[in-house]
């Protein structure tokens, strides 16, 4: 696959400095970056710095003779795939509300026909003035995207809002554009994610290793191929993707009774590790050492199987995909599951293997469906969440 081309436009405040970190990461990320900055910009950060992180010719000046004999502004936005200002000052966002191309940077937005993301940085009172909000409302309208900046100290010695969000919410923004389709567009998915805790008394509690990235992985690519996913997860330390609608709950029972409420959905993928017990009776009071005899006696019950009620409960049109860890007998596991719960598919992974399991950025899984297996090779999780997703709209 070709690389995506990004434009990026970096303006004159003193979050200039971030940008080339941000230039880093994403040519990290195999993208094709162009920097253009506006002559305020190179008062803070020099043209040089970019010129080696993208091994690219810094555009500053509209005339600069010493390019390819072409109109640059011109040529450099045919090949864009997104367009991105990083940071935004409220000057360049005045120009591009009114259309005014007056440097190289304006000039390139109104010759492109990509996408546009904008990550506005300034002082709060600029920020919160009437004039931009005014700008940021006519550019949403013409169809540019924002990443909103964060509240904290500013430059000035302020502190509000006006700080530059983020770099990895601009990243998350600028992978969702650059890899966005319609192939779940209008489509509801609902992921469960993460571990359960379920609670011993005040201070302790019972769980297990999830760390939620399969999940947090499959409700970034489903959102990415255009579904509106509602993600469902335990306590865990992930950011949720852009535009995920996110819950979090802790015990099983809070998961379970989230999940009902959202059984309107065209596929529900069960990724959670839901803990099959919880205690039968929580102390008000931690449990001292010094109370008990030599040995600690608990008593459990069983938790609501989730994927059970969801799948009893599905009509003709829904689908339900589960995983399964296991240790031993991978496959023929996993299709007693499938069929004991009459879901659609399983997704079953053998906690043994190298690289899969809990707490790693790769896995290896085999797909079980009711008339056939799909094993996959070792991989990344968004990569094999796309291949999940993908066979998931073929079940029948």
Do not use: W
């Not at 993208?54 to 010493?66: L, S």
């Not at 995207?145 to 509000?160: N, S």
Request: proline fraction near 3%; charge should be neutral.
């Amino acid at each position: 696959m070709e690389k995506k081309v990004i434009i990026l436009g970096v303006t004159g405040g003193i979050a200039a400095y971030k940008s080339a970190q941000l230039v880093s990461n994403l040519c990290k990320k195999e993208y094709e970056v162009h920097v253009i900055m506006t002559n305020n910009a190179t008062e803070f950060v020099t043209p040089l710095t970019f010129e080696v992180l993208t091994n690219n010719k810094v555009a500053v000046d509209t005339f600069d003779r010493n390019f390819e004999y072409n109109v640059n502004h011109v040529s450099l936005a045919k090949k864009a795939d997104l367009f991105i200002v990083v940071p935004a000052t409220a000057n360049v966002i005045a120009k591009f509300a009114a259309g005014i191309a007056d440097d190289m940077l304006t000039t390139s937005y109104l010759a492109c026909r990509c996408s546009t993301l904008i990550a506005p940085a300034m002082n709060t009172a600029m920020f919160e003035h009437v004039a931009t909000r005014r700008n940021m409302e006519i550019l949403r309208q013409d169809g540019v995207h924002f990443v909103h900046p964060d509240v904290g100290y500013l430059a000035c010695g302020d502190k509000g809002t006006g700080r530059l969000a983020d770099l990895t919410n601009i990243e998350e923004r600028i992978d969702y554009l650059l890899h966005k389709s319609n192939e779940l567009a209008g489509k509801k998915i609902v992921i469960t994610a993460g571990p359960t805790q379920e609670a011993l008394d005040p201070v302790r509690f019972l769980s297990n290793h999830s760390s939620g990235k399969m999940g947090y992985a499959l409700a970034r690519i489903a959102s990415r191929m255009g579904a509106y996913v509602v993600l469902i997860s335990g306590p865990v330390h992930l950011r949720a993707p852009y535009p995920v609608d996110e819950e979090i709950v802790s015990s099983a029972t809070n998961m379970y009774s989230s999940v009902m409420e959202h059984l309107d959905y065209d596929y529900f993928i069960a990724a959670a590790a839901v803990s099959d017990y919880r205690p039968v009776e929580v102390s008000e009071q931690k449990i001292k050492k010094q109370d008990l005899a030599d040995d600690l006696r608990l008593t459990f019950t069983q938790n609501e199987d989730i994927v059970k009620a969801v799948a009893e409960n599905k009509k003709e049109h829904q689908k339900v995909v589960a995983f399964a860890m296991e240790t031993e007998n991978l496959v023929e596991n996993a299709r007693q599951k499938l069929m004991k719960k009459q879901v659609d598919m399983v997704v079953a992974n053998n906690l043994r293997e190298a690289g899969a399991g809990f707490q790693v950025d790769t896995n290896k899984v085999t797909l079980v469906m009711k008339d056939s297996e799909v094993e996959l090779p070792l991989m990344s999780k968004e990569n094999l969440a796309a291949k999940i997703l993908k066979r998931m709209v073929k079940l029948q």
